[in-house]
């Protein structure tokens, strides 16, 4: 995987936190920051899944298919793209 240089303005306080957290984990900061950023786009997918598995149910189908099914067919229509 190729990096990119990223510069990022923190204050001071969320400078300490980043850096208090890279030492709880064991990690360098540039690390754990990839980290939360895969946690927190992981949120937004799993939070999309939700609003779709939410959707369908509201539709009240009367044959539902078996969980591993919908977990697919949920999976295929919400892969990830981008946020946008």
Do not use: C, N, W
């Not at 990022?8 to 900061?29: C, S, T, Y």
């Not at 690390?31 to 939410?54: H, N, P, W």
């Amino acid at each position: 995987m190729t990096t990119e240089r990223l510069d990022i303005r923190l204050d001071h306080e969320r400078r300490r936190k980043l850096q208090e957290l890279a030492a709880e984990q064991g990690f360098p900061v540039s690390e754990t920051v990839r980290r939360l950023i895969d946690r927190a786009y992981e949120d937004i997918l799993r939070g999309r899944r939700k609003r779709a598995a939410e959707a369908l149910r509201q539709l009240e189908i009367e044959d539902v298919p078996s969980p591993a099914t919908v977990s697919r067919q949920l999976e295929s229509a919400h892969e990830p793209r981008g946020l946008s």
